[in-house]
């Protein structure tokens, strides 16, 4: 298994575990922030439930949408997140949104934890940062297979500015370095 499908199957699986504590029990949740002791009242129990949905919601899209879960009936062969990929046209632009999503809530989580001193919000602080720093490592990183030059063997989209790479052209073109 790649970076990018461990991404993606690790950010579904942690919106689906925050979705189900939300939907199965908000009163709990609701009277574990609370500093007083009172029950939810249905307008908290059902924000709680609404958004709940909304990350099961978006737990299934991230991997519908990266091509991790197959939306024809043939298999042709490994999911990548070339641009060009049929499979998978919205790996990209889903990757970078989730990727943004898990930076604010990690932030969001961080001045939480800061303020109250609680140890979950530490708990998704350190989640959260995880699987920010993934998606951006996958941006940067997993994004293109590269474009390889069947002429020399390098990379087509670098560049020699500022510092050329002379290890390269003595290698490829016979030329000496500096």
């Known amino acids: 298994m790649d970076v990018f499908n461990a991404y993606t199957y690790s950010t579904a699986g942690w919106l689906s575990l925050q979705s189900l504590f939300l ?26 439930r609404c958004l709940g949905f909304s990350l099961l919601t978006l737990a299934v899209l991230t991997a519908m949408l990266t091509g991790s ?42 001045t939480w934890y800061v ?30 297979d590269g474009k390889i030059s069947r002429r020399t063997g390098a990379d087509k989209r670098t560049a020699g500015f500022p510092f050329a790479n002379s290890e390269a052209a003595k290698k490829h073109t016979g030329k000496k370095g500096l």
């Open 23 to 48: 939907i199965t029990g908000p009163s709990m949740l609701v009277s574990m922030l609370l500093d007083e002791s009172r029950p939810a009242s249905s307008i908290e129990v059902y924000l709680a």
């Open 115 to 144: 303020s109250k001193g609680q140890g979950s919000f530490l708990v998704a602080v350190f989640v959260h940062s995880i699987l920010a720093f993934a998606g951006l490592w996958c941006v940067l990183f997993a994004s293109s």
């Open 69 to 110: 879960i197959p939306l024809t009936n043939t298999i042709s062969g490994p999911v990548t997140t070339e641009d060009s990929d049929s499979k998978a046209p919205y790996a990209l632009p889903t990757l970078m949104v989730t990727s943004a999503f898990h930076a604010t809530t990690g932030f969001y989580a961080y």
